[in-house]
């Protein structure tokens, strides 16, 4: 079994900065692709970032520029920098993660974490 963890929201001023970690734990063979979507109230979830195994990475318009997703391989981690925050980036941030067990080398399933909530407020 394979369990996603986020940490790192909480409130923030307009303009703050938040690190979001993403920890992966179980009997993980290969920690693949790995992308961070966000939820706000009455929204559809979007994906804001994703990075490869090999660090190629990729970021929804609204937040380029003003954040940055990393990964530590050794670690099974994935973090997500979030800088000049705005209170558009308020949401439920959640990290996804394509991951082949030892149990199933063959087969790469996605899971999902809990969410951790980023509010961005004066």
């Known amino acids: 079994q394979v369990q996603l963890v986020e940490s790192g929201g909480g409130l923030v001023q307009p303009g703050g900065s938040l690190k979001l970690s993403c920890a992966a734990s179980?009997?993980?063979?290969?920690?693949?692709?790995v992308g961070w979507h966000r939820q706000a109230p009455g929204k559809q979830r979007e994906l804001v970032a994703a990075?490869?195994?090999?660090?190629?990475?990729n970021y929804v318009n609204s937040v380029k520029g003003r954040s940055t997703i990393s990964r530590d391989n050794t670690k099974n981690t994935v973090n997500l920098q979030m800088n000049s925050l705005k209170p558009d980036d308020t949401a439920v941030y959640y990290c996804?993660?394509?991951?082949?067990?030892?149990?199933?080398?063959?087969?790469?399933?996605?899971?999902w974490g809990q969410g951790t909530q980023v509010t961005v407020s004066s």
């Open positions: 179980g009997s993980i063979l290969s920690f693949g692709i």
């Open positions: 996804n993660a394509a991951v082949s067990t030892l149990d199933e080398p063959l087969r790469t399933r996605s899971y």
């Open positions: 990075i490869t195994r090999g660090g190629s990475t």
